[in-house]
């Protein structure tokens, strides 16, 4: 199985993050609509509200990963964009094949 890219862990770790912040609160919400005025205690959701929290815990983790991406992207500097596309043809050419075989060279300048 192939290791998973800086990009994949980054969408893994931010939809985790938010689902279990999100969860977080949601609990919190919920203890505190269910204590109605009465003595506060931790109160944990159960069968369907506990799917609809955690599912949409993790659609709104997504949400707030591409809406990072879109940020990112936008506050990136001309030569951080150049870069990435010379990474990006860079890497087509390794997985089609077209520096198979060669040996790589250094040149000093």
Known sequence: ???LTKKQQ???IVVGASTAVGFLGDVLTFSVAASRGGSFK????K???LVTVLLLGVV???????VLKYIEEALKNEEEKIL???IALEKERIYTGAVLGKKPSVLWA
Do not use: N, Q, S, Y
Request: hydrophobic share 50%; net charge negative; glycine share 14%.
């Open 1 to 3: 199985m192939e290791a």
């Open 10 to 12: 980054r969408t893994i």
């Open 42 to 45: 931790v109160v944990m959701p």
């Open 47 to 49: 069968g369907k509200e």
């Open 60 to 66: 709104g983790g997504f949400a707030i990963d591409l």
């Open 84 to 86: 990435d596309k010379v």
